[in-house]
């Protein structure tokens, strides 16, 4: 019971990312893997000021927005400037050095230790109710990006990753677009950020790191991408996965290479079955 | 100055001169064919009106102002719109989501006078015979049956130039005389064509003026009539005539 209860949590905190993330790399077919990155530069200014800083809530809560919506600009720009071969490496380095940061920046973020004792509000304590807040929040987010992706924008967002050239000439704006689905990835990004330390009382590095990218863009590619409904049961099939694998008789040394051979697995199957899904066709005029 | 007016526009990539200080003037109303050889820049000469490439010499301007540095979605809402050599419908979302997001992407105040979108998106599909497929993708299409829909789409998102590159090809025959009766009910609303074709006979009928590029410079100007009977059009085409 306590582990469904668990892998129901998980799964909903790690959503409003996922969906965030298939908006821009599944629906946009904007080729980047800074989603984790967004997530750092979201989760960390907001704990580390709460936590660390004694600041209100709030005030930590708008410092993790704007610092989210600054670095998803970021990446919106680097995906104006870049060819898509050349921002996929840039985004991962953008992840890369934020993680560095982080890691090395330990007089502010307490490097590999990461920072314990991130708190809850106290109707939140038990996990049953944790549980149910993480449901509410996560359904209404999901509902938020359902909404959009079937608006005018979720339109102008497909048309533009079918043929930017013919979506242009009809007068969609491709800067602003794409700079909104970025801001809706961050949005994403933030949720998650809020939410996953809280259920674990830790904001730790490892939650962060590049392992955490490649789970989101395999929950995307198995979903299909760009279908939203996909993202979601993949996301509750691999992490079931993932973590029912601890549930198995191993000894921990051994799960966790099983684990990423067995994921490696999966997202090269994934890929390969999604190829066309994936990459933009071909563009001729 | 014209309707649309080109100044001089010259395009080099890497050293080679793919446009050559190319200068015309297309009047409201007026329909103007554009012809030449393969490779000789018509579809480039396109691409810099319509904002996808930038030259690198001379202007640009439409209805008086200079478009020369606007980006292709910001020529679009102020009137330019275009129809692709290779279909520029979006094949993997459905008829009715091809028409409206092309809508969808008005500038407002033209979004406002619209009036029931719904309503006018079955229209634009009424008007090519299309309405049963509504809900199909778009890629399920013939050539003939795109390039009527894109054309359909642009008149009613209320475009004032129209960039037709080569709205015969990839049509079957028998849907090339509803290709152009299309067009000819452009003409007949007033609309401005700049229109790309290597069919002269087609061009003759629906043109009242036709420019000829060559090896991207303009090489020959003047009514269909003027044009076929020129020597140079004949040389252009198909070398020089071995009888004179
Ligand atoms: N991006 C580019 N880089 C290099 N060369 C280019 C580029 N775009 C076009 N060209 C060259 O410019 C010339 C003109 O091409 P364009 O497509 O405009 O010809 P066209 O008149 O439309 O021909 P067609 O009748 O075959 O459609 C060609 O020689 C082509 O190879
Ligand atoms: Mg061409």
């Not at chain 1, 080729?31 to 809530?57: K, N």
């Not at chain 2, 130039?161 to 090809?169: G, I």
Request: aromatic share 8%.
């Amino acid at each position: 019971m306590s582990f469904l209860l668990h892998l129901i949590t998980v799964t909903c905190i790690l959503l409003p990312t996922i969906v965030g993330y298939n908006l821009v790399f599944g629906k946009g077919k904007i080729f980047h893997f800074g989603q984790i990155g967004l997530q750092i530069l979201a989760a960390y200014p907001l704990w580390i000021s709460i936590v660390l800083f004694d600041q209100y809530p709030i005030m930590g809560l708008l410092l993790g927005l704007i610092s989210a919506f600054v670095a998803a600009w970021l990446l919106a720009w680097l995906s104006f400037r870049l060819d898509p071969d050349g921002l996929g490496v840039m985004s991962i380095a953008v992840h890369l050095s934020a993680l560095n940061v982080v890691l090395n920046w330990q007089s502010v973020t307490r490097g590999a230790l990461g920072v314990p004792g991130i708190p809850r509000w106290s109707f939140l304590a038990d996990n049953v109710s944790f549980a149910i807040f993480v449901i509410v929040a996560v359904s209404v987010w999901c509902v938020f990006v359902w909404l959009l992706d079937r608006s005018a924008f979720g339109r102008k967002l497909q048309a533009l990753s079918e043929h930017d050239w013919y979506a242009e000439a009809l007068g969609i704006s491709r800067k602003n677009v794409h700079i909104v689905a970025f801001l809706v990835a961050a949005g994403g990004a933030l949720l998650t950020g809020v939410l996953l330390p809280q259920y674990l009382y830790l904001l730790s590095p490892t939650d962060f790191a590049f392992p955490a990218m490649i789970f989101v863009v395999m929950c995307v590619v198995a979903g299909k991408p760009g279908s939203m409904g996909g993202a979601i049961l993949a996301t509750a099939l691999l992490m079931m996965l993932k973590e029912g694998l601890r549930l198995l008789p191993l000894s921990p040394g051994v799960v966790g290479p099983v684990r990423l051979l067995l994921f490696g697995l999966i997202l090269l199957g994934a890929v390969w079955y999604r190829r066309d899904a994936l990459f933009p066709p071909q563009r001729e005029i | 100055m014209g309707f649309l007016s080109i100044r001089e526009v010259s395009l080099a990539i890497q050293g080679h001169m793919i446009l050559d200080h190319v200068s015309f003037d297309v009047n409201q109303g007026e329909v103007v064919g554009l012809i030449g050889p393969n490779g000789s820049g018509k579809t480039t000469l396109f691409n810099l009106l319509s904002g996808f490439l930038a030259p690198t010499g001379g202007s640009i301007h439409f209805r008086g102002s200079d478009i020369t540095n606007c980006s292709p979605s910001v020529r679009a809402q102020k009137g330019i719109g275009r129809v692709f050599q290779n279909f520029g419908i979006f094949r993997d979302m459905t008829l009715e989501e091809n028409i409206l997001v092309a809508l969808e992407a008005l500038p407002h105040e033209q979004k406002k006078l619209l009036g029931d979108m719904k309503f006018l998106v079955h229209r634009t599909l009424a008007m090519v015979g299309l309405e049963k497929s509504a809900k199909k993708k778009a890629g399920a299409l013939s050539g003939g049956q795109m390039r009527l829909l894109e054309i359909a789409r642009t008149l009613k998102c209320g475009k004032d130039l129209f960039l037709l590159d080569e709205p015969t090809a990839g049509v079957s025959p028998k849907m090339t005389g509803q290709v152009s009766g299309l067009i000819a009910e452009l003409k007949r609303e007033g609309k401005t064509v700049l229109i790309i074709e290597h069919d002269l006979p087609f061009i003759g009928r629906i043109c009242d003026r036709v420019i000829v590029l060559d090896v991207g410079k303009v090489v020959l100007e003047g009514t269909p009539d003027e044009v076929k009977q020129s020597k140079e059009l004949q040389e252009i085409y198909f070398g020089a005539d071995p009888t004179t």
